[in-house]
């Protein structure tokens, strides 16, 4: 404290000597050209609304220390502008060339709609970072082929086209390049050899970019430091180009959504450092007829189980018309964390080799044809946190053998086609190693008693067990436990029988159906932001509350058809603001209708047959 660095003194600029109170340790004031750059600049932009940056915050002699701004402590030169997410909008003044020195300008998340990127940011020539993504910048990008030490440019998001990418040759540095969402639809074939010129790149994303031609030729591959290539949703629609095997460095290969001939026929193998593989969605969508991706993968997987097993982490076939049985080479690519094959055609049993995948965090099956069992090894999925397996049609039997070592499983979405075909055969007491948050069961059989491994459930904040057979009441504990989170509630198409608890706070549901089964007793006096209520042919009596616009004032549609109500129907139900479907229809309700209707409640269906 007190004492000053001496070398400091000397600097040609400054000087105001911190006195020992100054929380600044630098005695440096910024050069007087650039803190007018900085100035005009703020002139040109809006005034922001409360939310938004305030221009009055640039404020005082020394620019260094403003929000945003960053200096070289030796020159004193401008180097960084960080105005991520200032809700800037207005004009960019090109007095910003002036900041000659600086190397790191971050402009995403701002407003500038209606305007083009800035000609002059292609003359910041000492720029390494340059972050322009979502700004509503649009037009043409402009050529920015003089900034050869950037390292980092990212475009996407914006509202912005190019026809003609031959500048990106002069950003011999780049590193990282992002044009996701960028309209490239003009630039033709050419694209590919500009960006192969960049021998220093490492990640490459250019998805939603209206690509249409992938050239199925390149003279030489250069891009052999290429770690990430994302050219998913495009239009690219030959077969997957030989020279993609020369990007030797590939460990992450994002092809997903485009029309891809036969990809799954592709040597990906010789690619020893995939990691992640993307291959979703590679057939048309409009046209069935050509659907280029179906075929059953034994041929891949057999030789991505010999060659990927140790590197392969993510593997995304989902949305392929593949069939066939799901080899028994899966269970090779020991390293997979994340599978996903939903929406195709496989059939057959999980493979009993899946146990072999003691990495697999996420599993989706959903949407296939599957129609055997799943094995017992499956309890060895020690990892597993999310499990899709979804409309199909499973067979067997579920045990503690499946679920016993699954310790980290936190969201469960199985249902099936076929009616009670998968049974869990559980051990009533039985008491699992995993606490769920979310789980979907519907149309396999669980029951007849709510099971304990169900009722130890604390955690969860989304239940459905839907037609699975239970004929029991709820369990209070439980439910007491849960209400307190609990989101979505679906317990429709059971034998559930009993009193709900009569009064209950549930601060956080929003869907609640427990329609089809055999409560009875009064309404229950719930407090909830509920916005749909099922309780359809039920045994509910007595009346409907008075003041069920105060208990439930966001209910959106309301269902107690099919029930023992009487009474009349209460004048709070006009209240209730958003109400628009009510179902009352099949009970011994007496009363009329409100002789005005409350004309903002958007009722289009009300049954009081
Ligand atoms: C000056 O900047 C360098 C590099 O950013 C840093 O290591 C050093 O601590 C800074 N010196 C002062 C006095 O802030
Ligand atoms: C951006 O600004 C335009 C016009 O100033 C406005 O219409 C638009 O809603 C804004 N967009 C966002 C995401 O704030
Ligand atoms: C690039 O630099 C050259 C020479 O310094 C200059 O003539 C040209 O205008 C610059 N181009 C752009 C787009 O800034
Ligand atoms: C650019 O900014 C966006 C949004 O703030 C961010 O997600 C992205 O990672 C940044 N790009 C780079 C290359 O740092
Ligand atoms: C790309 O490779 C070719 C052939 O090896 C070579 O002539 C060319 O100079 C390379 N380009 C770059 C930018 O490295
Ligand atoms: C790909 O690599 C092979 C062998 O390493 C080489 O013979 C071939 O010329 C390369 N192809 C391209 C397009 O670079
Ligand atoms: C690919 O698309 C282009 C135009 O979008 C079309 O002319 C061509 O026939 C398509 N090729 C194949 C193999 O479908
Ligand atoms: C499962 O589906 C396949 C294909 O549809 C069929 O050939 C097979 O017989 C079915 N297996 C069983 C057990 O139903
Ligand atoms: C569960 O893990 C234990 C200990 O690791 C192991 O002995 C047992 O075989 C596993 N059970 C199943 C069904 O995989
Ligand atoms: C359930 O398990 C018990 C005891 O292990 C067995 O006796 C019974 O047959 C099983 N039920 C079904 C439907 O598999
Ligand atoms: C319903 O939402 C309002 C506003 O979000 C909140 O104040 C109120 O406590 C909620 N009611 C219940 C019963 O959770
Ligand atoms: C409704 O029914 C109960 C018996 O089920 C009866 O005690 C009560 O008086 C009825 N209420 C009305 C308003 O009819």
């Not at 922001?48 to 403003?66: A, I, L, S």
């Not at 009064?503 to 309404?523: A, H, R, T």
Request: hydrophobic share 40%.
């Amino acid at each position: 404290m007190g004492s000053f660095n001496l070398t400091v003194v000397f600097l040609p600029l400054i000087i105001k000597l911190s006195s020992c109170s100054d929380h600044h340790t630098s005695v440096l004031k910024c050069i007087q050209t650039e803190r007018e750059a900085l100035l005009s600049f703020k002139e040109g932009l809006d005034r922001t609304d409360e939310y938004g940056w305030h221009p009055d915050d640039w404020v005082g002699e020394d620019c260094c220390q403003w929000d945003g701004v960053e200096c070289n402590n030796k020159s004193g030169h401008v180097t960084k502008l960080f105005l991520k997410n200032w809700r800037l909008s207005g004009k960019i003044s090109s007095s910003l060339i002036h900041l000659k020195y600086l190397n790191y300008l971050d402009f995403s998340g701002n407003n500038f709609t209606g305007i083009q990127i800035p000609q002059f940011f292609g003359m910041l020539e000492n720029l390494m970072y340059l972050n322009l993504s979502y700004t509503y910048f649009s037009g043409e990008i402009p050529h920015l082929n003089n900034l050869s030490r950037l390292t980092h440019l990212d475009l996407s998001n914006s509202l912005t086209y190019a026809e003609n990418l031959d500048w990106l040759s002069g950003l011999s540095s780049l590193k990282y390049l992002d044009m996701g969402h960028v309209d490239l639809s003009g630039v033709g074939a050419n694209w590919l050899h500009v960006v192969n010129w960049l021998p220093s790149l490492v990640e490459l994303y250019l998805d939603y970019c209206k690509l249409e031609n992938l050239p199925t030729s390149l003279p030489s591959v250069n891009l052999t430091s290429l770690f990430v290539l994302d050219l998913s949703f495009n239009q690219f629609n030959s077969s997957i180009p030989q020279w993609l095997v020369n990007l030797t460095s590939l460990t992450t290969l994002d092809l997903h959504f485009n029309h891809f001939q036969d990809a799954i026929a592709f040597d990906f193998v010789n690619l020893r450092n995939l990691r992640d593989l993307y291959l979703s969605g590679n057939r048309y969508l409009t046209d069935l007829s050509q659907n280029n991706f179906c075929g059953t993968i034994d041929g891949f997987l057999g030789n991505a189980s010999a060659c990927l097993n140790k590197s392969l982490e993510s593997l995304d076939l989902s949305y392929n018309n593949l069939l066939g049985k799901i080899p028994d080479s899966l269970g090779r690519l020991g390293s997979l964390r994340y599978l996903n094959l939903e929406y195709n055609s496989f059939w057959g049993s999980i493979p009993a080799s899946i146990g072999s995948l003691s990495s697999l965090q996420d599993l989706d099956l959903s949407n296939n044809k599957m129609n055997g069992t799943i094995p017992e090894s499956f309890g060895q999925l020690s990892k597993l946190v999310n499990l899709f397996l979804q409309e199909n049609s499973w067979e067997g039997v579920i045990t503690e053998a499946q679920l016993m070592n699954l310790t980290r499983l936190e969201n469960v979405i199985l249902k099936a086609n076929t009616n009670h075909s998968l049974v869990f055969n559980v051990t009533y007491d039985w008491v699992p190693p995993f606490k769920l948050k979310n789980l979907e069961l519907e149309s396999c059989l669980c029951g007849p008693k709510f099971p304990i491994w169900l009722q130890v459930q604390s955690e969860l904040t989304h239940v459905t067990l839907k037609n699975v057979g239970i004929i029991d009441t709820i369990p209070e504990e439980w439910f007491s436990i849960i209400s307190s989170q609990i989101i979505r509630f679906d317990l429709s198409q059971n034998q559930i029988m009993g009193k709900l608890p009569h009064q209950l706070i549930l601060p956080n549901v929003n869907f609640i159906d427990l329609s089809y089964n055999c409560f009875k007793g009064p309404i229950p006096l719930w407090f909830t932001n509920v916005t749909e209520l099922y309780l359809k042919s039920n045994s509910f009596s007595g009346s409907i509350p008075s003041n069920i616009d105060d208990l439930m004032p966001r209910l959106r549609c309301l269902d107690l058809s099919e029930n023992n109500l009487n009474g009349t129907i209460p004048l709070s139900i006009w209240k209730i603001k958003d109400l628009g479907g009510l179902y009352l229809q099949s009970n011994k309700l007496s009363g009329g209708l409100p002789d005005h209707w409350n004309e903002s409640q958007p009722l289009w269906v009300v049954d009081i047959s």
